[in-house]
């Protein structure tokens, strides 16, 4: 049977990291309903990755709760670090946690697995691979979500060396100069993915980046982000992937 939880977190991860650009994060911090584009973009993906279970009444109360709860939990993050908290890599990892808490109570106890339906034409290799499903939510996060990692770090590094260093000084990097991060940790993590002989891949997964680096015209030591950080988010989250997708396949 299809699970839900895991197209759903996809959804997720898909509408907070990839989709969520520069304009719609803006509208975010500008605007008090500058959530919805956001939330629509969660909601209409939640919709075409859970076709197993549109069918059941269960999953629209479902996914209402859930994009109610997904609006409501980025707002309070926009407020709580405007007013009365710096933002920080701790407040994204609580942020994504419980995001990710909140899809695995409905997914699980508000809608549940049994609901789905397995007649799915064409495309029921991809619904009932699970495995599959895992593999994508973890590239996702950390070929997109590394960037904001190495962010915060960035950000936590200069409040260290600078008491007084303003957080909006350190700008997010424009998508040009993210580029050469994408580049790295795709071919990481599909190198550590794939395991065995592949792992010779991995001393070799920088010099595209590094390229990318050089080409675009990037400074010694002016590339945003930190390859030692992206090495780290690779192999923690391929690491979390394994041992998630074995535990479940027992």
Known sequence: MPDLFWLILIAHLIADFPLQTDRIYALKEKYVWGALPHVAIFFIFSIALALPFIKTAAFWKGLILLTTGHGIIDWLKTCLTKKYFKDSLLFFLIDQCTH??????VAYKVIRIEDGSSNLFVLSDFFLNSH???IISGLIF???GGTIINHYIKIWRTRKKHSNANQTSIQFPAFRERIPGYVE??????????GGYFFIAVPF???PAVLVRYLMGYKKN?????????????????????FVGAAYQV
């Open 100 to 105: 990710i808490m909140l899809i695995w109570i």
């Open 132 to 134: 599959c499903h895992i």
């Open 142 to 144: 950390s070929v997109f």
């Open 185 to 194: 940790r795709s071919i990481l993590f599909s190198a550590m993915m794939a």
């Open 205 to 207: 997964a920088f010099l």
């Open 222 to 242: 002016g590339s945003h982000e930190n390859i030692f950080t992206n090495f780290l988010v690779v192999a923690v989250t391929a690491l979390l992937i394994h």
